[in-house]
């Protein structure tokens, strides 16, 4: 043998002629075999089809332990997965439960006719940066019957204090009286206006 090896190689080839030599002294000689088999008074003839019987056990139990190992690691990443999604979920919850209006206000336009549009303009605070928002906006007339929602998604938010609006175009037969609108963040009242229509 020509081939040089390391300190660290011929210590792990010593290792593993061992567990060769080991293995090999384990193993019995086919006449060891019959010889154990009369002593037993087992029919020699057998022995084939018992070998096969062990290695079909044998493959069975790898299989049992193969499958017990991918159901494992199916179970763990169903687990992290479902986990994550739920942390997800609540994280975004509670930065949603956070949002509030700083400020807001009623602005009116006159149209060329006699209809008028009416923007609800909202600052809000501690919006989630880097998300969009689910907004909707309801407008009820003086009866307090909701007769206009707008809903819609922002931009990805880009700062915590967000400026946003829904607007709604009266016509000229519009109740007159006090009219209510409301911002809602996923079902959520944020914040409301009264404004007078004349």
Same mark, same amino acid.
């Given at each position: 043998?020509?081939?040089?090896?390391?300190?660290?190689?011929?210590?792990?080839?010593?290792?593993e002629l061992g567990r060769l030599k080991e293995r090999q002294e384990q193993e019995l000689e086919p006449e060891q075999v019959k010889q154990i088999l009369?002593?037993?008074?087992?029919?020699? =003839?057998?022995?084939?089809?018992?070998?096969?019987?062990?290695?079909?056990?044998?493959?069975?139990?790898? =299989?049992?332990?193969?499958?017990?190992?991918? /159901?494992? +690691?199916?179970?763990?990443?169903l687990v992290l997965?479902?986990?994550?999604?739920? /942390?997800? +979920?609540?994280?975004?919850?509670? +930065?949603?439960?956070?949002?509030?209006?700083?400020? =807001?206000?009623?602005?009116?336009?006159?149209?060329?006719g006699s209809n008028a549009e009416f923007f609800y303009r909202v600052t809000l605070? =501690?919006?989630?940066?880097g998300q969009k928002l689910n907004l909707s906006c309801n407008w009820i007339n003086? +009866?307090?019957?909701?007769?206009?929602?707008?809903?819609?998604?922002?931009?990805?938010?880009?700062t915590s204090v967000w400026d946003t609006h829904c607007k709604y175009t009266l016509n000229s037969g519009a109740a007159v009286g006090k009219w209510k609108v409301q911002m809602l963040l996923d079902g959520r009242v944020l914040g409301e206006e009264t404004f007078e229509v004349k």
């Amino acid at each position: 043998m020509n081939q040089r090896l390391t300190q660290e190689q011929l210590d792990r080839i010593i290792v593993e002629l061992g567990r060769l030599k080991e293995r090999q002294e384990q193993e019995l000689e086919p006449e060891q075999v019959k010889q154990i088999l009369d002593e037993l008074n087992l029919p020699p =003839e057998l022995l084939g089809e018992a070998m096969t019987q062990v290695a079909r056990s044998q493959a069975l139990e790898t =299989e049992k332990r193969r499958n017990k190992l991918i /159901f494992g +690691s199916v179970a763990a990443a169903l687990v992290l997965i479902i986990g994550s999604g739920i /942390f997800i +979920s609540q994280q975004r919850s509670s +930065s949603l439960a956070r949002v509030a209006v700083q400020s =807001e206000k009623i602005t009116n336009t006159q149209n060329s006719g006699s209809n008028a549009e009416f923007f609800y303009r909202v600052t809000l605070k =501690e919006a989630p940066v880097g998300q969009k928002l689910n907004l909707s906006c309801n407008w009820i007339n003086p +009866s307090g019957q909701t007769v206009k929602q707008n809903s819609y998604e922002t931009k990805s938010i880009t700062t915590s204090v967000w400026d946003t609006h829904c607007k709604y175009t009266l016509n000229s037969g519009a109740a007159v009286g006090k009219w209510k609108v409301q911002m809602l963040l996923d079902g959520r009242v944020l914040g409301e206006e009264t404004f007078e229509v004349k």
